[in-house]
């Protein structure tokens, strides 16, 4: 992991984050740059990781976008939620990368894969039965379209808004919404099909993660 800290959900956060923001956009104050850093860079290792890009791709992407922060401040007083402004420049600098690395392709930036790395009952049930668990929570959302997978993953593990994942998905919030209900839709589907024990981990993960 890029540091130490623990990784922290933005969504608990909202009113000391938009505070530390508005402290660094109109006084320059560093400490609550810092913040903001601690705050969001394990969230969005975790997401260009679960993008497919490798552990180098994601640190050099964070970097770049808080470089990019701390050098145009002044440019960014009408941004109004930094999660979802930092998640949306994330993510096209991971795609920029990733077109300066395969000049000579064709790169289509929906064609990517995104993988769901089942982390959040670590802590909460012995090892072998988390392995257990995690493969068959693994197995429901490997039924998903990366896309979909995606959404789950801003939506549930990151416990973001719809108007949020809507911006970083350069969608509207109406397609966010649809595209998580459906998302749904075929987890409960593929549930279903399923033995009981897969219905009841279904029902667990929405409710931990």
């Known amino acids: ?3 130490e800290a623990t990784t922290l959900n933005p969504c ?11 402290e660094w956009i109109e006084k320059g104050d560093e400490l609550s740059f810092s913040i903001i850093y601690n705050t969001h860079v394990n969230n969005l290792f975790s997401y260009g990781r679960g993008m497919g ?17 701390h050098l145009h401040r002044k440019r960014m007083k009408h941004v109004q939620n930094i999660t979802a402004y930092l998640f949306k420049m994330f993510k096209n600098n991971l795609l920029d990368q990733k077109e300066r690395s395969m ?29 257990i668990i995690k ?19 801003l939506k549930y593990m990151m416990g973001l808004k719809h ?33 009981l024990l897969e219905k009841l981990l279904l029902v667990c993960l929405l409710h931990l993660i």
């Not at 009113?15 to 508005?22: I, T, V």
Request: proline fraction near 2%; charged fraction near 30%.
């Open 53 to 69: 890009f490798s552990e180098d791709n994601c640190k050099d992407a964070i970097q770049e976008t808080f470089i990019r922060l």
């Open 12 to 22: 608990f956060l909202m009113g000391q984050q938009e505070f530390n923001w508005r």
């Open 103 to 131: 000049k000579e392709e064709a790169i289509d930036p929906h064609s990517k894969t995104f993988s769901v790395n089942i982390t959040v009952l670590d802590n909460i049930i012995d090892m072998e039965t988390s392995r």
């Open 1 to 3: 992991m890029l540091n």
């Open 163 to 195: 108007k949020e994942i809507a911006e970083i998905l350069n969608i509207n919030e109406e397609s966010a919404r649809k595209l998580l209900y459906r998302a749904m839709e075929k987890l409960r589907t593929e549930a279903s099909c399923n033995h």
């Open 135 to 153: 493969e068959k929570v693994a197995a429901l959302l490997n039924h998903l379209t990366p896309s979909q997978r995606e959404v789950i993953y």
